[in-house]
């Protein structure tokens, strides 16, 4: 009688209750840290009452603060170059067709999803540091270089989602009234495009932040 | 016929043009490092650090095999050989793990009413946006003698002295899982999204239990979804590094963490160079064999 009343074909045993149990170890273990931040005492086993000492400590330090201030730096930059680099490479690989070597072109951008986080960061280490030895130069500049072509992909791909999704008439009907290209795309393509590119710059933000 | 042949050549060149600055950053700084560590791994190691610019398989050789120091037999590496396993195993398990917790989560946020099911899906990727490191702690937290396991089992008086967890191969598991877990869900996700539940009637009708149903129309028609899944979760577990070396410890190393000893205390490039290699090549395969599986079942996609 019961199973006649509640037979659902989209439920199947126990996969609710895995998939609550699958929440639950998710954000356990972030809460737990979150809240324990505020702790008073310091250490994890005794909850010294509500305290936002710890939060006071870590603004004041130097060292946490130079971090801070140079994780956005370098995360405003690479965003800033990365998101021009994927809307400008996103307009020339979608709605033109097939080209030649366009398989070449999304197998570069792609490149840094599929490569391994060792890899990558010792592919960097071995190629800045001779760098560095060549030019002298040590700063900022290489980490946002860096930075920039790993979020490239992380930008290219809702952008290119996007325009996928666009209709060109406006386009057509912007060049059909003597609009120039470069008008067309200020005042059409780019403003059509707006949600991918924030989207994309987003997620580029967010990726160079926390690498 | 020509002005269309032309109009197809600009059209590539356009492509080409558009593309520049993004192909050049990432020519430069992710293509090009890649090149430089192939190159590295055929060198001979410098006396500290670093190379010297001699032609040398030593690199290579070394990924295997050893010499012994004193009458110059050759041997395999066991100790290579049990890290390659170690993490082949591992990440293996980690997959198991996270399609087995991620198949019934995906099902479930894709059963969700349409308003819901967007908040479901943000809840999954708000820990995939936390940074790793952080999300590495917090397990650390969890499964320390001192952490919240041990402590609330203590109180509850089921064991006596705390379950040692940390600087075991299931802690690792155990992280790596709750860090890759997102990436199974996803796929899934979109997979299962695009199911049609009247197949499922279908199936009913003609009398299929459930676990028919399971096997027989959800897995192979969802199939695409899985491998995708597979892929996203075993790639990054295999070339992990942060996630073993905080919940490991030295001892149980992954491959990533002996890549990173060959440039640090090893001060072996060439075969840490070598190694990245061979980790790259196994993914650049797997991204073959996934490509292949993918296209097969959608010609379109």
Sequence with gaps: ?211 | MKKQHRQQRSKGANGWLLSTPALLLLVFAASGPLLIVALYSVLEKGDYSGVRWILSGDGWFRVLFERDIFDQTVSLADANLSIFWRSVKLSIATTLVTFVLGLPTAWFIATRPARVRAFWLFLITIPFWTNLLIRTFAIMEVVRNEGIVNTALMKAGLISAPIQIMYTDTAVLIGMAYVYLPLMVLPLFAAIDRFDFRLIEAGYDLYASRWQVLRGVILPIIKPGIIAGFILVFIPSLGAYVTPRLLGGGKNMMIGNFIELQFGQGQNWPLGAALSTVLLLIVLVSRVIYTRASSRDNPHG
């Excluded at chain 1, 060792?118 to 190629?127: D, G, H, P, W």
């Excluded at chain 1, 912007?174 to 008008?183: R, S």
């Design chain 1, 1 to 211: 009688m019961a199973k006649a009343r509640s037979f659902d074909v989209r439920t199947l045993p126990g996969f609710t209750a895995i998939a609550i149990l699958s929440f639950v170890l998710l954000y356990a273990p972030i809460l737990t840290l979150v809240v324990y931040s505020f702790n008073g005492g310091n250490s994890v086993n005794q909850w010294g009452g509500f305290s936002l000492e710890w939060y006071v400590v870590a603004f004041n330090n130097e060292a946490v603060q130079d971090a801070t201030a140079r994780s956005l730096i370098i995360a405003l930059w690479a965003s800033v170059i990365s998101t021009t680099a994927a809307t400008m490479a996103a307009l020339g690989t979608t709605r033109r067709g097939r080209f030649k070597g366009q398989t070449v072109i999304y197998i570069i951008i792609n490149q840094p999803l599929m490569v391994p986080e060792i890899v990558t960061a010792v592919a960097l280490l071995i190629f800045f540091s001779t760098v560095k030895v060549a030019t002298g130069y040590t700063g900022l500049g290489y980490l946002i270089l860096a930075h920039s072509a790993f979020c490239i992909p992380f930008a290219y791909l809702p952008i290119r989602a996007r325009l996928e999704g666009m209709d060109t008439a406006m386009e057509t009907a912007a060049a059909d009234l003597y609009a120039t290209p470069w008008q067309t795309f200020r005042y059409i393509t780019l403003p059509l495009l707006m949600p991918g590119v924030i989207a994309g710059a987003m997620l580029a933000f967010i990726i160079s932040l926390e690498t």
